[in-house]
T-cell receptor
Framework: TQLLEQSPQFLSIQEGENLTVYCNSS?????LQWYRQEPGEGPVLLVT?????EVKKLKRLTFQFGDARKDSSLHITAAQPGDTGLYLC??????????FGKGMKLTVNP | ETGVTQTPRHLVMGMTNKKSLKCEQH?????MYWYKQSAKKPLELMFV???????ENNSVPSRFSPECPNSSHLFLHLHTLQPEDSALYLC????????????FGPGTRLLVL
């Protein structure tokens, strides 16, 4: 059983469209993180959310942590080809190790 | 160089070969990690080192042997691998042990024939 479920797993959209990626779990996390991984590179941390209901913005990216700290979403406004990549969510439960979802592969076509 | 570097970036090896992956972090961090990234699977934590001491081995087969001579360097020695071991091997580091903010290297793409 996957601890962190990401949906959708794949998404191909046109430049300028909006999209939302979800990261869900039945467990409570003390924090959730979002990474972006470009082809041929390692994951790069985008944001960490720690408070239930927290919303963080990073330019055209909006991250939200669920009130119960079991889920998170990433919304991208007016997607650009440079947003193409694998989006990973990862969570920490207490003092346990960081666990990752399978990721959402995004392709933004010009 | 800055950040986390890994060499080689690509490696093709036979099942009877012995090779080593190298990771170096230039961030002054105390913890280092090896992850395996396979298609259609989440990132799998393999080994964790904190201040050069191995603190976690996630049931990894003995054909993978880690080595951490100091806090800046991490190796993964490979021998008699199987084709299913083909994957992207990522190294990461963090300031503290199991800290949520980890910095990843670019990975080594391994193909076992």
């Amino acid at each position: 059983t996957q601890l962190l479920e990401q949906s959708p797993q794949f998404l191909s959209i046109q430049e300028g469209e909006n999209l939302t990626v979800y990261c869900n779990s039945s467990s409570v996390f003390s924090s959730l993180q979002w990474y972006r991984q470009e082809p041929g590179e390692g994951p790069v941390l985008l944001v960490t959310v720690v408070t239930g209901g927290e919303v963080k913005k990073l330019k055209r990216l909006t991250f939200q942590f669920g009130d119960a700290r079991k889920d998170s979403s990433l919304h991208i406004t007016a997607a650009q080809p440079g947003d193409t990549g694998l989006y990973l969510c990862a969570g920490v439960r207490g003092s346990e190790k960081l666990v990752f979802g399978k990721g959402m592969k995004l392709t933004v076509n010009p | 160089e800055t950040g986390v570097t890994q060499t080689p970036r690509h490696l093709v090896m036979g099942m009877t070969n012995k090779k080593s992956l190298k990771c170096e972090q230039h961030l002054g961090h105390n913890a280092m990690y090896w992850y395996k990234q396979s298609a259609k699977k989440p990132l799998e934590l393999m080994f964790v080192y904190n201040f050069k001491e191995q603190t976690e081995n996630n049931s990894v087969p003995s054909r993978f042997s880690p080595e951490c001579p100091n806090s800046s360097h991490l190796f993964l020695h490979l021998h008699t691998l199987q084709p299913e071991d083909s994957a992207l091997y990522l190294c990461a580091s963090s300031q503290g042990f199991l800290e949520e903010t980890q910095y990843f290297g670019p990975g080594t793409r391994l193909l076992v024939l």
